[in-house]
C-alpha cells in the first residue's frame, strides 16, 4: 500500500535478553566443563524444583530455536533418520538429540553439553519416546512425569488459577504431579548429593509471581494501544528467554523492563507501523528461523502481527499463589497443554485474546502434536474473525518453507481481509 512508512526500532528488552542468554549459555558450558551436572527439560517439565537445588537446564524448545534459528535443523534432523529415528515428527522436541550428532562446526554456540538429566511430561506418545532415547545414551538419565487429562472447565479459567486453583484442576490430578514432583526431588537429591531448601524454592515461586505480574501489564498495554507500539518477533525473546529464568531476580528485573520499554514507547506515541490497518494474531508457536515474517505485511497491507502464545501465557498462565510451594508448582504445570490447546480451555482463551487486541483476522500455525487446533479456529471464526490455518512444524526449515508461509498470508490478507 503507498503512502505507509514503516518503522522498526528493535525492543531493548528483546536486544538484553539475547546477550544475557549467550552469556549465560557459555557460563554453562564452563560449568559442564568443570564436572557440573546439566539437564534438558521440557518446557511443561517443573523447573523450578531444579533451579532450588541449583541444577542449570537448558529447555529443549528454547535450544531447538535456536539450532533452527542458526539454519542447522535440516542438518540436525538429517542426523536422526541416519540412526533410524523419525524426522518428521515433534520436530521441536526432536532436533537437540539429533544437534548432539552434528560435528563441532554445526553445533550453535559450541553445541549443548551432555545433559545429566532429561526431563519431560508424557504429553504426547512421542514425547515420551524422544526423552527415552536420551535415557539410553551412557551418561543421561530420563524422568518422565505423567499427564492427565482436562477437568470439565469452568469460565475464564485465566481469572481463576492464580488462586483458585484447586477448583480449576481437581484434586486428583494435582494430588498425582504433586506426588511426582516429590518423587523427582528424591530422584535429584540421590543423584547429586543436594537437599532442597524448601524457603529456597518458595522464594523462587514468589519472584515468578511477580514475574507473571509484569508480564500481565505488559500483555494488557499492548492489548490496549493502537497502532502498536511492539512488534511480537521481538516481545517473543524478550519475554521468553526470561522464562526459562523464570524465579530468578534478573528475570524479574526483566519483565519489568519490558513494561518500562512499552509504557514510553506508549507515552511518545511510538508505532511500528503507523499505517496501521489490518491486525493480526499468530497462533501457534513461532518460526524462530524467520523472523522477518512477523514484520513482512506492514508496507504492502499495514497488517501488524501485534498477538503471539509467549507474552499473552506469561501473563495468564504462570502466576500460582499459596503457602504449599510443591503443590502450587504442581498446579502451574498440570494445566499448560490444556490452557494452550485443549478446548474449550483453549479456544475461549484465545477468542478472549483476539478481542481484547482487536484483532482482524488470525494465522493459525498447526504442527502435527498440537491438539485441538480445529475447535480454537471455529471458535474464533464464529465470533466473525476469519483465520488462515497453515500446517507446518515451526522448528524444521523443511516444513516451513514447503508451507509458503509468506505466500498464504499473502494471499489471506487480499482474499478475507
Known amino acids: ?54 541444577i542449570p537446564y537448558v529447555v529443549t524448545q528454547w535450544w531447538s530455536s535456536i539450532i533452527a534459528a ?5 542438518a540436525a534432523l538429517s542426523k536422526l533418520a541416519e540412526q533410524g529415528l523419525p524426522d518428521f515428527s515433534v520436530q521441536y522436541d526432536a532436533l537437540p538429540l539429533g544437534e548432539q550428532l552434528l560435528p563441532e562446526d554445526q553445533r550453535p554456540w559450541g553445541g549443548l553439553p551432555t545433559p545429566a538429566f532429561a526431563v519431560a511430561e508424557r504429553s504426547g506418545d512421542v514425547t ?33 488459577v492464580p488462586h483458585e486453583w484447586e477448583s480449576a484442576f481437581g484434586a486428583a490430578r494435582l494430588d498425582l504431579l504433586e506426588g511426582e514432583i516429590d518423587e523427582l526431588i528424591l530422584w535429584l537429591e540421590e543423584r547429586t548429593g ?26 494488557d498495554l499492548v492489548a490496549s494501544v493502537r497502532p502498536t507500539p511492539v512488534l511480537v518477533r521481538d516481545t517473543m525473546p524478550a519475554v521468553m528467554v526470561p522464562q526459562w529464568h523464570r524465579g530468578t531476580e534478573w528475570a524479574v528485573d526483566a519483565a519489568q523492563g519490558l513494561y518500562r520499554e512499552i509504557e514510553a514507547r506508549v507515552e511518545r506515541s511510538a508505532a511500528v507501523c503507523p499505517g496501521e490497518r489490518r491486525r493480526l494474531m499468530w497462533v501457534g508457536r513461532g518460526v524462530w528461523s524467520d523472523l522477518d515474517l512477523y514484520t513482512e505485511f506492514h508496507k ?27 503443590r502450587a508448582l504442581a498446579a502451574r504445570f498440570v494445566g499448560l497443554t490444556d490452557q494452550l490447546y485443549v478446548p474449550p480451555w483453549s479456544s475461549e482463551w484465545y477468542v478472549k ?57 499473502r494471499q489471506f490478507l487480499k482474499t478475507r481481509l
Open 1 to 54: 500500500m503507498e503512502g505507509i512508512t514503516v518503522k522498526w526500532e528493535r525492543l531493548q528488552a528483546a536486544v538484553s535478553a539475547t546477550r544475557y542468554q549467550k552469556q549465560w549459555f557459555s557460563d554453562l558450558r564452563d560449568a559442564a566443563r568443570s564436572g557440573e551436572p546439566i539437564a534438558i527439560l521440557n518446557a511443561d517439565a517443573p523447573h523450578e524444583i531444579f533451579r532450588a537445588l541449583d
Open 70 to 74: 542458526k539454519g542447522f535443523g535440516p
Open 128 to 160: 515420551q519416546k524422544i526423552f527415552e532415547q536420551w535415557g539410553k545414551r551412557p551418561e543421561t538419565e530420563t524422568f518422565l512425569l505423567s499427564r492427565t487429562g482436562a477437568q470439565p472447565v469452568p469460565r475464564n479459567w485465566w481469572e481463576l
Open 194 to 219: 543436594r537437599r532442597l531448601n524448601e524457603n529456597k524454592l518458595a522464594e523462587i515461586m514468589a519472584r515468578a509471581n511477580e514475574q507473571a505480574e509484569w508480564n500481565r501489564r505488559s500483555r
Open 300 to 326: 504492502e497491507f499495514g497488517a501488524v502481527f501485534v498477538w503471539s502464545m509467549y507474552l499473552a501465557i506469561a501473563a495468564d498462565g504462570y502466576a500460582r499463589y499459596g503457602d504449599n510451594s510443591r
Open 353 to 409: 485474546e483476539a478481542k481484547t487486541h482487536g484483532i482482524d483476522g488470525v494465522v493459525h500455525l498447526i504442527a502435527d502434536d498440537t491438539p485441538g487446533s480445529g475447535f480454537i479456529t471455529d471458535a474464533l471464526e464464529a465470533t466473525g474473525i476469519p483465520v488462515l490455518e497453515i500446517r507446518a512444524n515451526n522448528a524444521d526449515q523443511r516444513s516451513s518453507q514447503a508451507a509458503r508461509i509468506p505466500e498464504q498470508v
